[in-house]
Structures are given as structure tokens and as C-alpha cells.
């Protein structure tokens, strides 16, 4: 059985990339050559259409698609936005099936977030801390921050900016909150799996002969798990490679890290999925 759509995650998977501060584009020529390498070895698919499953917004990525030159559907902000080459980017749950709870909740989330304009008040609440309100997001709402303030900005948040609506959602699980070091994350629950199946339905594609490319426990399990192949680089969480070696002669791991190991994915699929 042969694969014929691919979906790579961005950030530790297809480099190691320092992201801009916005509203700057992802700069490409540190990772030209690791780009250019993978570009060359993904247009010796036949028969594969490749895109990019990631947490990053269309802003953030489209000029990385445009080097890479995918031209297939690629999923953005955690399952929220697909984006088609040419076409620009579209909220997926206007297209999707759900229930009419789940949708509600969402449109609840942004409406919220239309009215959102936290930048001065965070940077006022946590000087020193070089806080900022990502303004590039469709579907997200994303602070981004140099020292570590989550726990304390989602508790400032929920205790003057949530409406009782909205933590009902979050109560819910309709909503998600995701905590690293360096932002927070607040979004529609939907996920790169659950697009990608609605992608699968919607465009005639069998997840059974997609492969798909993750380094993240939180943002890529799922999706690995979803689909028929699955790989991840060397630096991938631990429970990546174990979910990924589970899924046996139809996964694999990469002894390279980043770059290297997405060349390395690539030229295995290559040899025994195409």
C-alpha cells in the first residue's frame, strides 16, 4: 500500500526554527539548505500530496509551504484553520460536522475573541516579561512571553476576562488551554486529527495510506495515531517513538534529528510506502 498524502509538522520536525517576532515572516535562510533538501526529495513522490499539520498560523508558515512548494491541504492553528496553496486560509468548523453544543461553544470563543484586545493590560500586569497578544491568529487566542507567566496569566484571565460562557466551554472540553514556557495558547478543541478526518471525508482521501510526521506529545499524538504511517525525528517526546514504533513496519523512527531526520523520514518512505 502506497501513501499518498502527507502531513509534516513544523517545529521540530521540518527544522529547528527560531520563529519571528510578528509581524515578521519566518526567515528561510538559516534553513535553506535543509528546505531545499527536503523540497528535492518530496517531488520524488509520484503520487503524494504533501502539506504541513501545525500549531503556527497561515502568517507563520505560508512562506515555508511556498519553499517546500506543497501544494496539497495543510492544517493550521491546532486543527482550526486548513489552508490550500493560492486559495489562503478558512476556519474548518463552518465546514464541519459537530454538534450543535460543540458548535455554539466555538462561535461563543470567537466572538470573545474578536473583542480581545489584551497587548497593554498584559504588558501592565507582567512587566518584565516581554508579553505580547499574537495578532496573526484566525482562530487562536496566543500570548507569547520570555519568562515564564502562564499559570499566572490564565488565572488572570479567567478572573477578569473569561465570561461564564466561556468556562463552561472550557469546562466542556470545547475549548483548550495549552501552557508552555513560552506562551499560552487558547483555542477551539478540534485538533489536527479530527481536520484531518474531516479533510480525509471531504477531499476523497484514505487516512489508511497517509503519513504523517509529529515530534509532540500534546499537539501530535493524535494525528499519528490517526493515520496508517506515522514517523518522527530523534528529538521527538518519548511517547512520540513509542507511538510511533507501535504502529510496527508502518512507522518509523529517525536516528537524525530535525532537518535531517525529516530527509531521513522521507527517503525511508520512499524506499518501502510509495
Known sequence: MSI???????????????K??????QDL?????????????TKQFSA????????RSVHECDNI??????????????????????????LLFEDMEME????????????????????????ERFPHTDIRMLKDRMAMVTFEFKKDVGPGLVSWLDEFFFPEELEQAIARGHVAITLSSGAVDIFP?????????????????????????????HSDLEMLQATGYAACPSNSEQGVKQAVMAKGEQGYVSDKPYAEGNADIMRHALAHWS
Open 4 to 18: 499518498s498524502y502527507v502531513f509534516n509538522d513544523i517545529d521540530g520536525c521540518i527544522d529547528d526554527f527560531v
Open 20 to 25: 519571528p517576532g510578528y509581524p515578521d515572516k
Open 29 to 41: 535562510l538559516p534553513y535553506a539548505q535543509g528546505l531545499r533538501r527536503l523540497r528535492e526529495i
Open 48 to 55: 503524494a500530496s504533501f502539506g504541513v499539520a501545525t500549531a
Open 65 to 90: 509551504i511556498h519553499a517546500l512548494d506543497f501544494q496539497g491541504p495543510s492544517i493550521c492553528e491546532c486543527g482550526n484553520i486548513v489552508y490550500f496553496p493560492g486559495e489562503g486560509g478558512h
Open 100 to 123: 450543535a453544543e460543540q458548535r455554539a461553544s466555538i462561535q461563543l470563543f470567537l466572538e470573545w475573541r474578536a473583542q480581545l484586545d489584551l497587548d497593554t493590560l498584559a504588558r
Open 189 to 217: 478543541n478540534i485538533g489536527k486529527a479530527n481536520a484531518m478526518g474531516h479533510l480525509a471525508r471531504a477531499l476523497g482521501f484514505d487516512l489508511s495510506k497517509t503519513l504523517t510526521v509529529g515530534d509532540s506529545l
